[in-house]
C-alpha cells in the first residue's frame, strides 16, 4: 500500500516545481498586445502593455511581428496552465488524499489478485492506470486528482464466480446506480466504476450474475483490451492495465467526446505524458496498435493530438514526434 500512497504523495511537490519553471519561462517572454497605428499612410506596430501604472506603446516598426505574436500566445497559454497548477496546489493543500484513497485502492487489487481475477480479463483503467504507469514503469512524473477508480469488465464474462457487490460492501462502499441501472460503489471521496465494452446502443446496463454488478456500457473500450499489461505492486499483489500504446490512443479518441473542458484536458496531458514513455520504449507496438484502427477512429486521433499543442505548449516537440511516428 505504501507504493500507492507515495504516488499521490509526489503531487505536491511536482506541482510546486513546474509553478517555477513556468513562472520562470513566462517571465522571459513579453506580454500585452499587439497595436496598429497608421501614419501618413503606412501601418506601425506596437506592443502595447502596462507597467506599473503606466500604459505603454514599444514600437516595433513597420514589418508585422510575427515573432512576437507567438511569443504572446506562448504566454497565454503557459498562464493557463499556471493558472491550473496553482489551483491544483490549493486543493492538496487543503485536502490530501493519500492516506484515504490508498487503502481500499490497495484492498481491491490485493482481493482480484488472490482471487485470480485478472486472469479473467478484468483491467484497472482510466487515471488510475496512469497513476501505477509512472510507479512501476519508466514513466515521466505528472500528478493526477482522481476520486474514480475505473474497473474494466470483458462482456460476455466467461470467467470465475466472484460478489463484487459484497466486498465492496465489506469495504464500506454503498451500491448506488446510474439511470441505465449500471452500478457504482462510493467512499467519501472515492468512487469505484464498472465499466464493459458498448457494441449496440443499449437503453439498459446488462447484469453479470457471476460478478453481481451491472457495469456501463461505453463505446472504444476494445483498443484497451489489446495486449494488457500485468504491473506487481507489491509481494502477492498485482494489477492489469491496458499498454501504454492503448492507454495513449483510447485517451486520445475519447477527448473530443467529453463535455467537460477540465476532463478534455486532464485525458490530453494523460496521452501526451504517456506517449513520452512510448517514444522511448515501444514506438512499434504504438504503431501496430494504431494501423488496427479504422480510419475514422485514426484521423480523430490524429486531429485531437494535433490540437495537444494548445493545451500543453511545454510538450510541443514531444507531441510534433508522436505526430511523425503515427503519420508514417
Not at 496512469?130 to 476520486?147: E, S, V
Not at 474494466?152 to 465489506?170: E, T
Request: aromatic fraction near 12%; proline fraction near 5%.
Amino acid at each position: 500500500m505504501n507504493d500507492l500512497k507515495n504516488i499521490l504523495d509526489e503531487s505536491l511537490d511536482y506541482y510546486l516545481e513546474q509553478e517555477r519553471i513556468i513562472a520562470g519561462r513566462i517571465s522571459q517572454l513579453p506580454k500585452g498586445t499587439i497595436k496598429e497605428k497608421k501614419i501618413n499612410g503606412d501601418i506601425y506596430y506596437y506592443l502595447h502593455y502596462r507597467k506599473g501604472k503606466k500604459i505603454i506603446d514599444e514600437y516595433l516598426g513597420k514589418d508585422y511581428p510575427k515573432d512576437i505574436i507567438k511569443k504572446l500566445e506562448e504566454r497565454k497559454s503557459l498562464e493557463k496552465e499556471l493558472r491550473n497548477i496553482k489551483e491544483s496546489i490549493k486543493l492538496l493543500n487543503k485536502n490530501n488524499q493519500v492516506i484515504d484513497l490508498a487503502k481500499p485502492a490497495f484492498e481491491i487489487f490485493k482481493k482480484l489478485s488472490e482471487e485470480n481475477l485478472w486472469e479473467q480479463g478484468i483491467e484497472i483503467i482510466g487515471s488510475w492506470c496512469f497513476l501505477l504507469y509512472q510507479k512501476h514503469l519508466d514513466f515521466p512524473k505528472y500528478p493526477l486528482r482522481t476520486n474514480d477508480l475505473d474497473i474494466l469488465i470483458p462482456l460476455p464474462y466467461k470467467g470465475k464466480f466472484f460478489d463484487f457487490s459484497s466486498f465492496l460492501k465489506s469495504l464500506g462502499f454503498t451500491e448506488n446506480f446510474n439511470p441505465d441501472g449500471s452500478t457504482y460503489y462510493m467512499l467519501p471521496n472515492f468512487k469505484i466504476e464498472f465499466l464493459s465494452l458498448e457494441k449496440k446502443p443499449a437503453k439498459y446496463a446488462k447484469f453479470v450474475k457471476e460478478l453481481n454488478i451491472s457495469p456501463q456500457q461505453l463505446r472504444f473500450l476494445e483498443i484497451l483490451f489489446q495486449e494488457p499489461v500485468i504491473l506487481k505492486i507489491s509481494r502477492g499483489v498485482k494489477v492489469k492495465v491496458p499498454s501504454p500504446s492503448s492507454f495513449f490512443l483510447h485517451k486520445l479518441l475519447i477527448s473530443n467526446r467529453r463535455r467537460e473542458k477540465g476532463k478534455r484536458e486532464k485525458d490530453i496531458k494523460q496521452a501526451v505524458y504517456t506517449g513520452k514513455y512510448i517514444i522511448k520504449n515501444e514506438k512499434e507496438k504504438l504503431i501496430s496498435v494504431f494501423n488496427n484502427l479504422n480510419n475514422s477512429w485514426k484521423k480523430k486521433i490524429l486531429t485531437n493530438l494535433k490540437q495537444a499543442e494548445d493545451i500543453i505548449p511545454t510538450e510541443k516537440e514531444t507531441i510534433n514526434y508522436l505526430l511523425y511516428i503515427l503519420s508514417q
